[in-house]
């Protein structure tokens, strides 16, 4: 993985499909490419809402500057390494070890399997390496794929919020809260409790 011509960004996990890493501020036009992508931005907070590159860039900034609060990492494929998209743990509260998982991917890479393994690494992380000791997400009731995502990594349904966001082909739609416990984590890896 290594090039004497470019910096190499340090991986934080590494699965079968993709690998995480630091984000690289190079990469900041492919970020402002994707999360301007309509369909990307489907199930997102602000469906129809768009970014401006100086934001991108302020919002790195940001990042750079408050690692205790946010934590996101560029998913990158193992094969070829292709920018696939960007997970990361957001309102990280230390005191209650707790942290919310977000994600969002280039559409070339949906339906394949890399954001399944993506969650799997970044809940990894969160346990292991932060020592947390739960983990939220939630998803609009329209995104049968996330819903998927989550599920496979042991996620549960923890509540409904009704109504809550208009989606352009949807109206409004129900908001579904999902957590994970360590411990169902460590249950699901086989991990000792004991360790």
């Known amino acids: 993985m290594y090039n004497r011509f470019k910096l190499v960004p340090p991986v934080i ?8 890493c630091i984000i690289d501020k190079n990469d ?17 907070r602000d469906p129809d809402g768009f970014n ?3 934001g991108e ?9 408050h690692p205790e609060t946010d934590r996101v990492f560029e998913i990158r494929s193992v094969q070829n ?9 957001h309102k990280i509260d230390w005191k209650n070890s707790t942290a919310y998982v977000g994600y969002m991917s280039r559409k070339a890479f949906w339906g394949r399997g ?5 969650v799997s690494l ?15 997400s939630s998803v609009f009731e329209p995104n049968v794929a996330s819903i998927k995502v989550l599920e496979k990594n042991g996620f549960k349904r923890s509540g409904t919020f009704r109504e809550v966001q208009f989606l352009r082909d949807y109206g409004y739609v129900n908001e579904i809260h999902f957590d994970l416990l360590r411990k169902e984590w460590e249950t699901i890896r086989g ?5």
């Open 81 to 89: 390494d292709e920018f696939v998209g960007l997970i990361g743990l």
């Open 52 to 54: 401006y590159m100086d």
């Open 122 to 136: 970044i809940d990894d992380y969160a346990f292991n390496d932060m020592g947390m000791r739960k983990l939220v």
């Open 191 to 195: 991990v000792n409790a004991e360790k």
């Open 13 to 20: 996990a590494t699965g079968k499909k993709v690998f995480l």
């Open 114 to 118: 890399y954001m399944t393994e993506a």
């Open 28 to 44: 900041i036009p492919i970020i402002y490419e994707t999360i301007n992508d309509r369909e990307v931005r489907k199930f997102l």
């Open 57 to 65: 860039l302020k919002w790195y900034e940001n990042l750079v500057d």
